[in-house]
């Protein structure tokens, strides 16, 4: 059973920064997998964010490039989202992901909500 553990989220001021953590744990060899931060804000679709692959390539949404940095430590099992410059439509509940071919797995989400 694979397992994602979120850490991190809370309540920020705009203009702030934010660090999310998420470290998965199971049967998973998690270097082999592309990890993702997905995001949710009421009354709207899930998002991607950012995705990091196993090669290390990554991918931002336009709406945090140049803002939000995502990184992986295969060592630890661990992906982080690195938030700064952060904004009130950056409010939602984000989730990570970890996926390869057919195996896809959640974390159960963290509130962020920016606002002053």
């Known amino acids: 059973q694979v397992q994602l553990v979120e850490s991190g989220g809370g309540l920020v001021q705009p203009g702030g920064s934010l660090r999310l953590s998420c470290t998965t744990s199971?049967?998973?060899?998690?270097?082999?997998?592309?990890v993702g931060w997905y995001r949710q804000a009421p009354g709207k679709q899930r998002e991607l964010v950012a995705l990091?692959?196993?090669?290390?390539?990554?991918n931002y949404a336009d709406s945090v490039k140049g803002r939000f940095t995502i990184s992986r430590d295969n060592a630890k099992n661990t992906m982080y989202l690195q938030m700064n410059s952060l904004k009130p439509e950056d409010t939602a509940v984000y989730y990570c992901?970890?996926?390869?071919?057919?195996?896809?797995?959640w974390g159960q989400g963290t509130q962020v909500t920016v606002s002053s």
């Open positions: 992901n970890v996926e390869r071919r057919a195996s896809n797995y």
């Open positions: 990091i692959t196993e090669g290390g390539r990554t």
């Open positions: 199971g049967s998973i060899f998690f270097g082999l997998y592309a």
